[in-house]
């Protein structure tokens, strides 16, 4: 591992926070906080913290001695100085007297010494920071020495690499035990550059920014070169398939299996969004016949837990000659969820029984022959999941050819997932209404399409923009955090087949069909060319089919029903002059409506449309409107506004429509209006 320190950026880093009035030490500290955050064998996601001492001025203007460290919230790689709140050092250090300390209290006292009010909650490990006597302290869990700790001789190993150089302290939960017993290590020998801590990770101290962050390097550097030592060949091939599935035929029925019913509202789950890896290390590790011993022995760092769960499931090789893989997967999953339900329940009775049980469903999936999976209730989540089995992967490797693989005990395990500070990282707000839910929305370049993609991201699901524009819906998609955007031609077969594989491998699955791309074409109709009213019916009634059908086909292989909107206009019901090749294959799309909800009601498919009048949009252009109200001598306003309410309709009104008739999980065969109010248009 080479140090990433460049003598010109720090001293840039330097000048730049110091015109914002921030100390040297302290940009600095930021400085190599981001170094160090920024490579992923050494931080991922919340894996590690960093502090520095110095004197600063309070808000009423006395100096005083602060820890500035790293706060809850706040990424090392992208991390600014608010990132490193500043708490009283004397404060803190007074609690070192204590034999105990709840969390709770710790917080509170933490907070309480805040310098400014506002800032985020410190660190778990603020303690261990400010016990320490030196002005720099860096903590990481970095891989390579995770690999050559997590073993069951893991402190002599250390002993032998590192000498005298670092102080070992034995596994405990973060927080004040950990504090305290790190302290005392560290007195024993105040020489030592670090401290390993069993288990868990490493620290390493400096006078300054660089010496901190050079031992990190070096420290880790030298358990990179220990593990290249002695190696032996690991993971003997297993039940590999001759003929792997495609991830787009897996990931339904993986998806399916792990969505967890909702006891308490009928038709009701609890979703995940699902994120593929696969590389020759991950192969090579799936595809071991011991697969289901090494890589469920645990977790290589405690605070992985709350992300991946302590155990991955792990998955019948998927074999596309296998008739049976779906029940085989269902089957695995299953007993994953048992498995984990035991576990609760074994170590909840052992700490009181006051614990309350997270979703049971697996967070990691290994698939022999495949890859690994990382599954969340958000895209991003799914994403962090896969980045941390990717990272247990190397390390249980790196283990297992120098060693054996022996994480923390069940027991620590269950201390640090059902941590109160640990669950407090991934934040107690409910999750939105259609979290862990997977929208395909069509026509998304246009101003419905656009609107309803916002809104139900909004709400949670994860948004695949299509269009036939790939400029356009690139340019829509950017505006969507985590959204996908993809060119797709809906009146061509293959293009759809196209554009719900790449769906499916950025997300898993599809749950939700929001088929809303049109365009309105005119003639009366004993005139008008029949290669026209063929080309409408391609768009506005075969398109809607195509995508309605290939949503079905995945909907059952997930087995966790779904549904479709279908955008319809009020030509399905009140034709206009000369409006015909627009309305007769509407009209057709609104019995289609009616037959998937027939067809597909006892699947839990819910089919339901739209009919929208009068909105601004790639069919009514403002130009348009200008148009037809100067003919009919009327304001644009009254024009847009020519309803029984008076009140022009909008593409976010259309967008709230589509919402609700996801969200009515006991609808179907529903036509909601939304035109303002036109009783000619009204069904009956
Ligand atoms: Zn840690």
């Not at 007074?94 to 204590?98: E, G, N, Q, T, Y």
């Not at 009048?613 to 601004?616: P, S, T, V």
């Not at 035109?675 to 036109?678: F, K, P, Q, V």
């Given at each position: 591992m080479k140090s990433a320190w460049i003598e010109r950026d720090a001293r840039a880093a330097v000048e730049r926070y110091g015109q914002a009035g921030i100390p040297a030490d302290l940009a600095l500290r930021v400085y190599t906080t981001q170094l160090l955050g920024r490579d992923p064998k050494l931080?991922?996601?919340?894996g590690g913290n960093t502090s520095v001492k110095l004197a600063m001025t309070d808000l009423v203007g006395e100096e005083t001695d602060v820890l500035c460290v790293k706060g809850s919230g706040w990424d090392m790689g992208t991390i600014e100085p608010p990132g490193l709140p500043a708490v009283r050092l004397k404060a803190l250090l007074?609690?070192?007297?204590?034999e105990a300390m709840p969390d709770d209290e710790m917080v509170r006292v933490q907070r309480a010494n805040l310098i400014d009010p506002s800032s985020p909650n410190p660190s778990v490990e603020t303690l261990l920071h400010a016990f320490v006597p030196h002005k720099f302290v860096d903590h990481t869990h970095a891989s390579a020495v995770l690999a050559l700790i997590d073993q069951p001789d893991g402190e002599a190993r250390a002993r032998e690499v590192y000498g005298s150089a670092m102080g070992t302290v034995p596994y405990v939960l973060p927080g004040f035990g950990l504090a305290k017993q790190s302290a005392d290590v560290f007195d024993r020998d105040p020489k030592v550059e670090g401290l390993i801590l069993a288990r868990h990770g490493i620290f390493t101290f400096g006078a300054d920014a660089r010496e901190a962050y050079e031992r990190m390097i070096e420290i880790v550097t030298r358990a990179e070169t220990h593990l290249q030592k002695n190696r032996r060949a690991v993971f003997v091939s297993?039940?590999?398939?001759?003929q792997a599935m495609d991830v787009t035929e897996i990931a339904p029925v993986l998806r399916g299996a792990c969505a967890i019913k909702d006891e308490k509202s009928e038709g009701a789950f609890t979703r995940l969004i699902l994120e593929f890896r696969s590389s020759e290390t991950i192969l090579n590790f799936v595809n071991g016949r011991d697969v289901t011993d090494y890589a469920t022995r645990g977790v290589i760092t405690p605070d992985h837990t709350i992300r991946t769960k302590n155990w991955p499931v792990v998955l019948p090789a998927a074999d596309a000659r296998d008739g049976d893989w779906r029940g085989k997967v269902r089957a695995a999953v299953a007993s994953f969820v048992a498995g984990y339900e035991a576990y609760f329940a074994r170590q909840n009775a052992r700490v009181g029984g006051d614990r309350v049980m997270l979703d049971p469903a697996p967070r990691v999936a290994l698939i022999p022959g495949v890859g690994l999976v990382g599954l969340g209730r958000t895209r991003k989540d799914a994403k962090i999941a896969a980045d941390l089995a990717e990272a247990a992967v190397e390390t249980i490797t790196d283990a297992e050819a120098t060693g054996r693989f022996t994480p923390i005990g069940e027991d620590d395990m269950f201390d640090c997932e059902y941590w109160p500070l640990e669950q407090a990282k991934l934040g107690a707000a409910k999750p939105p209404p259609l979290a862990g839910q997977i929208a395909v929305i069509t026509g998304a370049a246009g101003a419905i399409g656009a609107a309803t993609a916002r809104l139900f991201a909004a709400q949670g699901a994860a948004v695949a923009l299509l269009d036939i524009d790939a400029a356009a819906v690139a340019t829509r998609a950017r505006e969507i955090p985590g959204a996908l955007a993809v060119a797709c031609d809906v009146t061509d077969a293959r293009s759809v087949g196209e554009a719900y594989a790449k769906v499916v491998t950025a997300f898993g699955g599809v749950d939700i069909l929001v088929s809303n791309a049109g365009a309105a074409w005119q003639g009366r109709i004993g005139e008008v060319d029949d290669a026209l009213l063929r080309k409408s019916f391609e768009l506005n009634f075969f398109a809607h089919q195509t995508m309605a059908r290939e949503a079905v086909r995945i909907m059952r292989l997930q087995g966790t029903g779904g549904c479709l909107l279908f955008n319809v206009s009020k030509q399905a019901v009140n034709p206009g002059p000369a409006f015909g090749p627009y309305g007769l294959p509407k009209a057709a799309t609104l019995f289609l409506v009616r037959q998937y909800a027939l067809d597909y009601g006892a699947d839990g498919i819910r089919a339901n449309a739209v009919n929208a009048?009068?909105?601004?949009s790639g069919l009514l252009t403002d130009e348009f409107v200008k148009e037809r109200s100067q003919a009919r001598g009327v304001s644009e306003k009254d024009y847009m506004s020519g309803n029984l309410l008076g009140r022009e309709v909008t593409a976010e009104d259309v967008a709230q429509a589509f919402l609700a008739q996801a969200l009515a999980?006991?609808?179907?065969a529903d036509v909601t209006t939304v035109?303002?109010?036109?009783i000619a248009a009204a069904l009956r």
């Open positions: 931080v991922l996601h919340g007074k609690l070192r007297a204590r297993g039940g590999v398939p001759q009048d009068r909105i601004r999980l006991k609808t179907t035109d303002g109010g036109n």
